[in-house]
């Protein structure tokens, strides 16, 4: 039931901010849809058995985004760099690599995955069971991945790790 509360009130937050529409009308539409939505849907925003473990992650992903912000814009600098060098073609090494990863819960794994394809110059290609193969323009991009990133997801959404 708390999940179902919870996803409600979030939906209904963004329903609020997004639409900018004050009268009666469109909230009381918004409050219809957003139930509607918390009812059928309230195990996506809340995946798995431990349902009272979501606010931990709530708070530890809320503590993790300041720092992939940060990544996101040195990484915009690195490749800026690199494409306006004038060596470019020495610098850009495009591959694909494979690496395995520690994080076991479905949440941490596409948490780790949206944030390696957040970062420009990586794009998570795939990811299966265990393994993630990934994109990256760099030599420097690939030799980072696993990394602080799955690190910092882990302590952020992995209670065991």
């Not at 690496?99 to 990811?127: C, D, E």
């Amino acid at each position: 039931m708390k999940a179902k509360i919870a996803t409600f009130a979030v939906m209904l937050a963004f329903w609020v901010v997004l639409s900018g529409m004050f009268d009666a009308f469109h909230l009381t539409l918004g409050v219809v849809c957003c139930l509607l939505l918390a009812h059928f849907s309230h195990d996506l925003l809340f995946y798995g058995e431990d349902k009272r473990g979501w606010g931990r992650n709530l708070v530890g992903f809320i503590a993790y985004l300041p720092w992939l912000f940060y990544q996101i814009i040195i990484a915009n600098l690195q490749v800026a760099y690199v494409v306006l060098h004038p060596r470019m073609l020495e610098l850009i090494d495009p591959h694909v690599i494979r690496f395995k990863t520690k994080l076991k819960r479905p949440i941490s794994k596409v948490t780790f995955a949206q944030s390696i394809t957040l970062t420009p110059g990586t794009i998570t290609v795939s990811i299966h069971d265990d393994e993630f193969s990934v994109y990256a323009l760099t030599r420097s991009a690939s030799d980072s991945l696993p990394g602080e990133m799955e690190a910092r997801v882990a302590r952020a959404l992995e209670p065991d790790l």
